[in-house]
């Protein structure tokens, strides 16, 4: 049996396992970095110029399969999402042009560096009162969960601020948001697709709703801005405006959530990187490009060839999906040397494809980081001894995109 026969074993590779991707993820690179997964259907590209390359030439290599299920809906979800009404499609990620420039457009005018800064006092509230759930959680002297308290909520608060949304709803919006990640990018079987497809009705639901308050009530929020652009001429129909909230109230912040698990992981496996942002605050904002390169949430994007071309010497026939393992290519040795390891100061970290490449690049991606680094400073001050449970191990929910943990255990001095 040849290499590429090895890869091709059904039980030899599975794109949904991604508790510890990374050692297959440097093989890929270094003995078939283009390889066809006959399993999944995919052809599936590890290294750094190859991905990027595919995420350059959007007219080859279509988005329009980035929102595509990994495993069609069973008949029984299908028919739920039916009578429920539920018709989005995407917000941007798997639209091309001249829809995709025409809606993205009008969409960043309303998304911005402008409206982040003004909510800058509102993220580091709402990341102040997170920590102090944390704190008193931790006085039972037993280790807390870190992704439950903190990292799953807080982008939600923060996201929704912006949205306009109350906070009374940011359990219903994640659950939703976890469920729209399921039907999507995970191997559901039947059965757990039933609860997923009511989720998505419901989901679909509260969108249009949200619009129809805003539309009787605008206030200073996203929505109310894409409808009042709408009014004022903006080419955008009430059907995309509902797909970008569906988008956005998705990956504005699950994917957040996701990363800042992460991170804290990454972090407390690298005590001297740790050590060195405690004693300077200055190494975070480079810090948290790095962790965005070596420890990122979103590992695996999708395309598909509208004509054939060649990538890497491998010609990717027309209609071939391809699954673009973005993690991988983000510790390609070739762009980052010592790509296996985390090095806070790396001076080309910022050149990861954690928010993708070219024209899908993410739309909310500085308010990620924004997030992420009033966190890290936070957690910095008034955490300095933390420390992941001993024992903990971490375990990562099934998915072919989002590296999503199930819990991050912690502890710290002096809990009880």
């Known amino acids: 049996m040849n290499a590429i026969d090895d890869i091709r074993g059904s039980d030899a590779y599975d794109p949904f396992d991604l508790n510890v991707p990374q050692p297959q993820w440097e093989e890929f690179r270094k003995e078939k970095p283009i390889f066809f997964h006959e399993p999944s259907g995919y052809w599936v590209v590890s290294r750094y110029e190859d991905i990027k390359e595919i995420f350059d030439d959007w007219k080859t290599f279509s988005s329009e399969n980035a929102q595509k299920p990994m495993r069609p809906m069973s008949e ?15 917000g941007l990620t798997a639209r091309v042009p001249p829809d995709h420039t025409r809606i993205r457009k009008i969409a960043q005018g309303c998304f911005g560096p402008r409206r982040f800064k003004s909510i800058a006092p509102q993220i580091e509230e709402i990341v102040s009162r997170h920590l102090d759930m944390l704190e008193e959680a931790g006085k039972a002297g037993k280790p807390v969960n870190f992704w439950e308290i903190v990292a799953f909520p807080v982008p939600a608060h923060v996201l929704f601020t912006l949205m306009g949304i109350p906070e ?8 939703y948001g976890m ?20 989720d998505m009705v419901a989901y679909w639901k509260y969108i249009h709703d949200l619009l129809d308050m805003r539309r009787e009530n605008p ?39 996701t990363f800042m698990g992460n991170y804290v992981m990454a972090m407390m496996d690298h005590p001297e990187a740790w050590q060195a942002i405690k004693e300077d605050h200055s190494l975070i904002p480079n810090a948290v490009e790095e962790m965005l390169r070596f420890t990122p949430s979103v590992v695996g994007w999708r395309r598909k060839a509208r004509t054939a071309k060649t990538i890497g010497g491998v010609e990717l026939p027309e209609g071939a999906e391809i699954l673009m393992l973005t ?10 040397p010592n790509g296996e390891q985390l090095d806070i100061t ?21 308010l990620a980081k924004m997030e992420a680094q009033e966190l890290l400073k936070q957690l910095a001050d008034r955490f300095p001894t933390l420390r992941l449970a001993p024992d903990f191990q971490a375990e990562y929910h099934r998915n072919i995109t989002f590296r999503v943990p199930t819990a991050v255990m912690v502890e710290w001095d002096n809990m009880a």
């Not at 469920?179 to 009511?198: C, F, N, Q, Y």
């Open 327 to 336: 993690g991988s290519a983000n510790r390609d040795e070739a762009q980052y």
């Open 76 to 90: 029984e979800g299908r028919k739920i999402l039916k009578e429920g009404g539920f018709t989005a499609y995407s």
């Open 219 to 257: 206030g200073d929020d996203f929505p109310s801005d894409l409808l009042r652009l709408q009014a004022e001429g903006a080419d955008i129909t009430d059907e995309e405006i509902a797909g970008v909230l569906y988008s956005t109230l998705f990956a504005g912040h699950e994917t957040t959530s």
């Open 179 to 198: 469920s729209r990640g399921k039907m999507t990018w995970s191997d559901l079987t039947d059965e757990e697709m039933i609860p997923v497809a009511h």
């Open 168 to 175: 009374k709803d940011v359990p219903k919006i994640k659950q």
């Open 346 to 366: 790396r001076k080309n970290a910022r050149t990861h494809l954690s928010f993708g490449y070219g024209i899908h690049y993410c739309l909310g991606f500085q």
